[in-house]
């Protein structure tokens, strides 16, 4: 996976990040989601680099990039922390404008990045959320249940991180594995690499603080850009998985629409994996959608 990209190792604003660039054209960067890597967009890279210079990262506290330690404000795992990572990473790469596609906790991080720094982002396609005050405040008996982790991962430490390391690949597993399409979705050498990279010491301690984040200081800032009237100037699309549990508990685009001025998506035959799940369906969105 990934021969024609080159790999690197930058110093971000708290530590290492991995980072992968290949293609030629406009710049356009892939954040990954929860429990994996950039390794997620294996199957639709390759075919982006045909027309983009793409850019892809290992968010902090995944993948190959650097564990930062917990802070009572989880403030190390804000949104608004891990975007200046996305930045520093284009930077150094030469851009300092670019588009992004990004699934999961990366949207979440695409999402804050676009509202803090919006002369950096031209346009921006999420995949498989809501927003994150959005989604906390209609929280329904269904999701709860679809989305167990987002309730366990908050829970104060070291419960969660306990439980986590004493399995991590089981923690995986349970999270990939029992959603819609299962685990037949990914192939056998990317879940291989979401496993090994679960194991690395510090990751339950990053997962958590990634999720503690999303459910206070996360919720400040989104509270705080609602008062004030913010919201994403740029062109957003929005895709989720027609049989993913996003999709079927909250009203995706006018979640949207209350956080956008120029919004548009729809569902796709899929679950929540939508790059691994339907990669020709995410492929003719994001060529037709980003600007080349």
Known sequence: MFESFSSSEINGPAGALR?????????????????????????????????????????????????????????AYSKRAMALDAVAVMRHHGFDRFQILAHDRGARVAHRLAVDHPAMVQRLMLLDIAPTLGMYENTSDAFARAYWHWFFLIQPPPLP??????????YVRSVMGKRHAGLGA??????????????????????????????????????????????????????????????????????????????????????????????????EQALNFFET
Not at 196 to 225: F, N
């Open 19 to 75: 980072t992968l660039r290949g293609g030629h054209g406009a710049p356009l960067l892939l954040l990954h989601g929860h429990p994996q890597t950039h390794v997620m967009w294996h199957a639709v890279a390759d075919e982006l680099a045909k027309v983009f210079t793409v850019v892809l990262m290992d968010l902090r506290g995944y993948g190959d990039s650097a564990r930062v330690g917990a802070d009572p404000e989880h403030r």
């Open 161 to 170: 991180e306990a439980l986590i390391e004493s399995d991590p690949v089981r």
């Open 186 to 283: 990914f192939a056998p050498a990317a879940l291989a690499e979401y496993e090994r990279c679960a194991q690395i010491p510090g990751t339950a301690m990053s997962i958590c603080e990634d999720y503690r984040a999303s459910a206070t200081i996360d919720l400040d800032h989104d509270r705080a850009d609602r008062t004030a009237g913010r919201q994403l100037a740029q062109p957003l699309r929005v895709l989720w998985g027609a049989h993913g549990a996003v999709g079927q508990c909250f009203d995706v685009l006018g979640l949207w629409r209350e956080r956008a001025s120029d919004v548009s998506g729809i569902s796709l035959p899929c679950g929540h994996y939508i790059a691994e799940e339907a990669p020709a369906l995410l492929l």
